[in-house]
């Protein structure tokens, strides 16, 4: 059965390249003492670790293999006895497989970058080991209508049926194996749960029987009950089904009866989309907009819980023993994502321009990618003033209108287009295509499997329960160390309102007054009948404080945005009352790149003429909000001063989902980070070059002596030698005595440049280091003598002394203070960024 296993296993081993340096590695530094010869060769345990691309990928993956040899079995449980056995071996890294035998071999390194092989097989998606995950390769294919798609219009005859539930119907499937709340993810593999697929509650009686075979039975009424995001006990919204054994002309209808949010686009005209496999294979249809007596309304089976909510349509089928799928919204999936990203690779124009790397594994151990994409610049300096434009999309696995549009912007910027090639010149795109691709695999709406919504915690400190957000963070604050990102987009859906419309940050700096608003307005202008500027909202709520957009806004990116296509349709211009399909969503796409060309044209006319448009709009806006409350103003004279947040209302009405917080198995380990972290700010010392204590060393030995000497002096009438000194030296020493008295002083602009200096003591330095010693001891001993110095010293390090004080010195005269990296941690006001 494997054919090239049975290849490997007679050729002759050979060591494993990577077990043969951790062997001289770990014998070098003594921890391990054992002989070469005593020890297995794991190159015979190891299945395939040699170059066969499809033996790599399962065993990476998890793959269980139950056709091994018997002599194999035997002699991997002596080795796994002798390497658990022998006390010589301290390694940590001894590989696992997945039934929990331990095997005996060292782990291999992990990738510094994850090449994509255009020539190797896509890496299989894992799924928890708790789903049960169907062997076919569903695929559809993209079909675009020939004719518009409109909304439902409501009759007012709706039937609203009555929920039977589990006790007076019949189970026709059932899912048992679902994670909820209270449990939490604990491992993945290739496949998800061992064992066969439980097979349908009800089997066929024969052809005749006209019953509906479900995968995700009155005999054409069926109620479906969706489950939650895994891990969780909400998120009820989105749904992908598919049905078998269908009957032409026959009126079926679907009830599903455990939907959570009270407001939805079905109650205005939305239809649900319907994929016929017969249709797709005889004449190339695709998804296409059904249902009739579609009607949302609120569960009466009230059990003291939450309220729930229905949707109910009925449809009929166009083919006899089909099969058939119904979906909230055109699917994306993230093997859709890997074929798309393969043929990119596998371009050799697109290549040279378009970089994809591994961002970093999922918690579920899938790739999350990232994609690179600018023209090679001709010199260093052209490279370093390109500007910096970020965009994601799926951290909300259920809205895949995100990728649809991502999809459209990756079309066209990858395109030989002279705008793309123009954006590419002047810009580097860094996309996030899928943030959360293990939510995106399990067919969760809103969590990933931490069972949180990823968009409310981008200021995590968890890298290990939250990875895709965490490292999507890290790499904008990298990239904001290098250059300025002029755009943030992160691309979502929206299940409550038409259009598309996006959500942003005010600017309070008035410099930059209503700047943040241009880019959304001239994004309407462009795509007036998709795109509603009246939509938007700017506004910046306490519970959003952890989303991308408020995160990155915080960080310093000015227009940083959330972008919001709805599930439903348009009511603007030319598409009022049309389904959207993916073509339209592809399209803003575009359009999105077409305003970046606008929004950064030198000639800023349209700059300027939103800017004077937006004033207007939000006099009209002022003149609203006063009147609705009965006040007058005068607009000519403080307008302008009106805080924006105070007449904007709250985006509440977004797709929001307040943040729970962290889950119970997460909280003591974010206290002990934060814990850690306190404490490593609060221990951390900087390494001193061999400099500095050098002059360490020679202040000390010099301190030491001048001990020594300041009695001899005193004793011998120093004081008077003293009192003769030059106003030189007078406000020298004062300045020391200054210096010496405050143990963390602040650092001026030009004590700052001088930083890397040389600081050794010379001579005279000393002298005066002495004199003003003395000075002290001698004042504290005769009350009598008094130093002239200013009455009061300025903390302001940068104020000059006053003229009749102001000394003649040269600038590189001042008096010795610690410096190097001790002094530098000790002021806040100093910023050192490290690029990469």
């Not at 697929?197 to 005749?208: D, F, M, T």
């Not at 229905?310 to 993230?334: I, N």
């Amino acid at each position: 059965m494997f054919p090239a296993l049975e290849t490997e296993l007679k050729q002759e081993t050979l060591p494993d390249p990577y077990e043969d340096f951790m062997y001289r590695h770990l014998q070098y530094y003594g921890y391990f003492k054992a002989q070469r010869a005593s020890l297995p060769n794991s190159a015979t345990n190891q299945h395939v670790w040699k170059n066969n691309s499809r033996h790599l990928l399962n065993s990476s993956l998890g793959e269980r293999d139950e056709l091994v040899a018997d002599h194999l079995q035997k002699e991997k449980l002596f080795s796994d006895s002798l390497m658990l056995n022998s006390p010589l071996l301290k390694s940590r890294q001894l590989l696992h497989n997945d039934f929990g035998d331990l095997s005996p071999r060292l782990r291999e390194p992990p990738d510094l970058f994850a090449f994509f092989s255009g020539n190797g097989p896509l890496q299989a998606p894992r799924w928890p080991v708790e789903c049960e995950v169907i062997k076919e390769n569903v695929h559809h294919i993209e079909w675009v209508p020939p004719q518009p798609e409109y909304f439902y219009q409501p009759t007012g005859n709706e039937r609203l049926p009555e929920i039977v539930g589990e006790e007076r119907g019949i189970v026709v499937y059932q899912l048992d194996s679902v994670p909820t709340e209270g449990s939490y993810f604990t491992s993945s593999r290739v496949g998800g749960r061992r064992g066969i697929i439980k097979e349908v509650a009800v089997r066929l009686q024969g052809p005749e029987d006209n019953t509906l075979l479900f995968e995700s039975r009155n005999t054409y009424e069926y109620e479906l009950t969706l489950r939650t995001d895994l891990y969780t006990d909400k998120h009820t919204q989105w749904f992908y089904f598919r049905v078998q054994n269908t009957r032409k002309d026959a009126t079926y209808r679907f009830t599903i009866v455990n939907l959570l949010k009270p407001k939805s686009l079905y109650t205005i005209g939305m239809k649900p989309l319907m994929y016929s496999q017969l249709d797709a294979s005889t004449h190339s249809i695709g998804w296409r907009r059904e249902g009739n007596e579609i009607k949302y309304y609120k569960n009466n089976s009230d059990d003291g819980q939450q309220p729930f909510y229905c949707l109910t349509w009925t449809v009929q089928f166009p083919h006899d023993q089909d099969t058939c799928y119904f979906a909230h919204f055109y699917p994306y999936t993230y093997t859709d994502l890997q074929c798309y990203l393969l043929t990119i690779v596998n371009n050799p124009v697109q290549s040279q321009f378009c970089k994809l790397r591994t961002l970093c594994r999922s918690l579920a151990g899938n790739t999350v990618y990232l994609l690179t994409i600018t023209n090679p610049s001709r010199t260093p300096k052209e490279a370093a003033a390109k500007k910096a434009v970020v965009l994601s999309a799926r951290v909300h696995p259920g809205e895949s209108n995100g990728s649809w549009v991502m999809k459209g912007f990756l079309d066209f910027i990858l395109s030989n287009s002279p705008d793309a090639q123009l954006l590419r010149d002047i810009f580097i795109f860094k996309v996030v295509p899928m943030l959360n691709p293990d939510g995106v695999i399990v067919g969760n709406y809103r969590c990933s499997l931490a069972g949180r919504d990823l968009n409310r915690h981008y200021k995590t400190i968890l890298k290990e329960s939250f990875p895709c957000i965490w490292y999507t963070r890290n790499m904008i604050k990298r990239v904001l160390e290098e250059r300025e990102v002029l755009l943030y987009c992160d691309f979502h859906g929206h299940s409550r309102k038409n259009n598309i419309f996006l959500y942003g940050c005010n600017n309070n700096d008035r410099k930059y007054w209503l700047h943040e608003r241009v880019f959304p307005l001239m994004l309407s202008k462009n795509a007036p009948d998709t795109f509603s500027f009246h939509s938007c909202n700017f506004k910046v709520q306490k519970s959003k404080e952890g989303t991308g957009r408020v995160v990155m806004w915080r960080m310093g990116i000015l227009n940083s945005y959330t972008i919001e296509s709805t599930f439903g349709g348009s009511t603007l211009g030319s598409k009022r009352d049309m389904h959207f399909t993916t073509e339209d969503l592809k399209s803003l796409g575009y359009h999105v790149c077409d305003t970046l060309l606008d929004f950064c044209d030198p000639d800023q006319t349209k700059f300027a003429q939103c800017l004077a448009e937006l004033e207007e709009l939000l006099q009209q806006e002022i003149h609203k909000k006063f009147h609705e409350l009965g006040d007058d103003m005068d607009l000519e004279t403080g307008w302008s001063d009106i805080s924006l947040s105070d007449i904007e209302s709250s985006t509440s009405g977004s797709d929001s989902s307040l943040s729970d917080g962290l889950p119970v198995h997460l909280l003591n380990i974010a206290d002990e980070l934060s814990q850690k972290k306190i404490c490593k700010k609060k221990k951390k010392k900087s390494l001193q070059t061999r400099k500095q204590r050098n002059d360490k060393h020679q202040k000390n030995n010099l301190m030491q002596k001048s001990k020594l000497t300041e009695d001899a002096q005193e004793r011998a009438g120093f004081a008077s030698t003293l009192q003769k000194q030059p106003t030189f030296f007078k406000n020298s020493e004062s300045a020391s005595s200054s210096t010496m008295k405050n143990e963390k002083p602040r650092l001026n602009e030009s004590q700052l440049n001088r930083r890397n200096e040389g600081t050794s003591l010379n001579r005279s330095k000393m002298t005066a280091l002495i004199l003003t010693k003395n000075k002290e001891r001698m004042q504290r001993e005769k009350p009598e003598y008094t130093l002239s110095r200013p009455s009061k010293r300025s903390t302001d390090t940068s104020q000059e002394p006053a003229p009749a004080l102001k000394p003649h010195w040269s600038r590189n005269r001042y008096p010795a203070t610690k410096r190097g990296h001790d002094a530098l941690t000790e002021y806040p006001s100093l910023h050192i960024y490290t690029y990469p």
